[in-house]
């Protein structure tokens, strides 16, 4: 476990950031450094590993945010200073939670869709019924979010979609590529955790679940 492996590169005076691509990094990484000051975060970033030790910036993108909820302390506005002499576009906000589910609500149903269908994100939306079945992974994970009192904007279910379309056609997703070469996929943090925190809140998400279902039979058992 990556965790146990920092262990002995953390000390009281550590901060601790993650960059993972699920909702719940910093609730996984505060429950096992509970005295350390973990912050919210998430990076847009289009890369590819080529070969080991190689790793292929692809896009033009290359933004980070981190922060935590309603604070911008004086140790983090260092921080992004620090970052940004370092030539990396980043970005301290209070409203990171809202920053973190606009990506999430982005990331999740385009890897599960992809990976479900095995297809490219312009395949999927030129079908009836994929492109369907990816408005309600969509939908599925705006509702989670209402519910759980994370304010993103009411029309981003629209506008994720919309930025979906914008994608090159043959787009699929890190978690696609992974699933086809026969590598650990990341089902835990962006699907089993959406079906999961929606039943805890009263809510279904059935197309999720469906998908899950396929992808790793068994996982609720």
């Not at 990094?25 to 970033?45: A, E, I, K, M, W």
């Not at 589910?101 to 095995?118: C, D, G, M, R």
């Not at 009192?149 to 979609?161: M, Y």
């Given at each position: 476990?990556?965790l146990?492996?920092l262990?002995?590169?953390?000390?009281?005076?550590?901060?601790?950031?993650?960059?993972?691509?699920?909702?719940?990094?910093f609730?996984?990484v505060?429950?096992?450094?509970?005295?350390?000051?973990?912050?919210?975060?998430?990076v847009?970033?289009?890369?590819?590993?080529?070969?080991?030790?190689?790793?292929?910036?692809?896009?033009?993108?290359?933004?980070?945010?981190f922060?935590?909820?309603?604070?911008?302390?004086?140790?983090?506005?260092?921080?992004?200073?620090?970052?940004?002499?370092?030539?990396?576009?980043?970005?301290?906000?209070?409203?990171?939670?809202?920053?973190?589910?606009?990506?999430?609500?982005?990331?999740?149903?385009?890897?599960?869709?992809t990976?479900?269908?095995?297809?490219?994100?312009?395949?999927?939306?030129?079908?009836?019924?994929?492109?369907?079945?990816?408005?309600?992974?969509?939908?599925?994970?705006?509702?989670?979010?209402?519910?759980?009192?994370?304010?993103?904007?009411?029309?981003?279910?629209?506008?994720?979609?919309?930025?979906?379309?914008?994608?090159?056609?043959?787009?699929?997703?890190?978690?696609?590529?992974?699933?086809?070469?026969?590598?650990?996929?990341?089902?835990?943090s962006?699907?089993?955790?959406v079906?999961?925190?929606?039943?805890?809140?009263?809510?279904?998400?059935?197309?999720?679940?469906?998908?899950?279902?396929?992808?790793?039979?068994?996982?609720?058992?």
């Amino acid at each position: 476990m990556i965790l146990q492996q920092l262990t002995p590169c953390v000390d009281s005076s550590t901060i601790i950031l993650p960059l993972l691509n699920g909702a719940d990094s910093f609730d996984r990484v505060q429950h096992y450094f509970p005295f350390n000051t973990v912050l919210h975060g998430c990076v847009y970033l289009v890369s590819r590993k080529v070969e080991d030790g190689v790793i292929e910036n692809s896009g033009n993108v290359e933004s980070l945010f981190f922060g935590i909820p309603l604070q911008r302390s004086a140790r983090l506005i260092e921080l992004e200073s620090i970052f940004k002499k370092a030539n990396i576009q980043a970005a301290c906000t209070p409203v990171i939670e809202q920053v973190v589910w606009e990506k999430f609500l982005f990331v999740s149903p385009i890897a599960t869709a992809t990976t479900f269908y095995n297809d490219s994100i312009g395949n999927i939306l030129s079908n009836v019924d994929k492109r369907s079945a990816l408005l309600q992974l969509v939908k599925e994970i705006h509702a989670l979010a209402d519910a759980k009192g994370i304010r993103v904007p009411a029309d981003l279910a629209d506008r994720t979609i919309a930025r979906l379309g914008a994608l090159p056609y043959d787009t699929t997703s890190s978690m696609q590529a992974d699933y086809v070469q026969g590598h650990t996929i990341e089902w835990k943090s962006l699907m089993e955790y959406v079906i999961v925190q929606s039943r805890l809140v009263g809510l279904e998400a059935p197309i999720c679940t469906i998908m899950l279902n396929h992808l790793v039979p068994g996982w609720d058992a």
